[in-house]
């Protein structure tokens, strides 16, 4: 009996393990707000692949920038690392804090491309 279960066990592991790289940014529909202590709003919309294919984003460095210097670099791409670990929720020395520079990455890039959503609602919906 307790072999019978193992397997049961094991083959539940097995399922999950095949499970979880589905649940990368192919499947993101929303920009996590877990980081922020407590949220005020829900989690802004964003079809992660689906939204940059219509706006046509394909160099990930546009939004997943990397460092240099102390300034943000786009040529240096860091896709899959969380912003806040270079914006921290509460801010530090010279970096903007993290609910900012979503807003001025966002929501600068509607305004700038005069097409995307500028208001709470459209994306805290
Ligand atoms: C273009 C999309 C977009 C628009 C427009 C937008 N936000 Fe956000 N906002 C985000 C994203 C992305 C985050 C980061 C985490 C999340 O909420 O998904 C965020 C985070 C926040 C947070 C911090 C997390 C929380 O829930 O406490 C607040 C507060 C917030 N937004 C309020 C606003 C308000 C108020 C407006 C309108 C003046 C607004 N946002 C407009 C995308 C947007
Ligand atoms: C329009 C902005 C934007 C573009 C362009 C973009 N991403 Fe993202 N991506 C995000 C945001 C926002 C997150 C969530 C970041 C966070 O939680 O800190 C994210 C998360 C991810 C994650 C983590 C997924 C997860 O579920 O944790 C991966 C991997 C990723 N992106 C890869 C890419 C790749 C590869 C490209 C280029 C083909 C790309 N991204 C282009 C905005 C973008
Ligand atoms: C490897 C570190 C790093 C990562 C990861 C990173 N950034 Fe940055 N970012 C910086 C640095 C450094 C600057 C310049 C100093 C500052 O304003 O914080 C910057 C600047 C910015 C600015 C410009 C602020 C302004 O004043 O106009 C925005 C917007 C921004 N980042 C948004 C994001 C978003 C959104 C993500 C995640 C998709 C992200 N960053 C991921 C390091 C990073
Ligand atoms: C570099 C430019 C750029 C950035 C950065 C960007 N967007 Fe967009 N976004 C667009 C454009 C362009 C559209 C309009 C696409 C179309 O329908 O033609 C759009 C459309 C949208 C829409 C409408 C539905 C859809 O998927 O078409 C939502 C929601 C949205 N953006 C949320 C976000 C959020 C949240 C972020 C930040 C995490 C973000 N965007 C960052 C350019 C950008």
């Known amino acids: 009996m307790q072999h019978m279960r193992f397997f049961a066990v094991a083959a539940l592991l097995a399922g999950l393990a095949w499970a979880l790289p589905a649940l990368s940014q192919d499947e993101m529909e ?5 980081v922020f202590p407590s949220p005020q709003r829900s989690e802004a919309t964003f079809k992660h692949d689906e939204h940059n294919d ?4 394909f160099e990930c460095g546009v939004c997943h920038h990397g460092e240099t210097d102390g300034k943000a670099d786009p040529t240096f791409e860091t896709p899959g690392q969380p912003c806040v670990e270079c914006h921290p929720v509460e801010g530090a020395p010279g ?5 900012r520079a979503y807003h001025r990455q966002c929501v600068g890039c509607h305004h700038d491309a005069g097409n995307g959503p500028l208001t709470c609602g459209e994306c805290h919906n």
């Open 95 to 99: 970096r903007t804090p993290l609910m």
């Open 30 to 34: 929303r920009v996590p707000n877990t």
């Open 54 to 57: 219509k706006a046509g984003l």
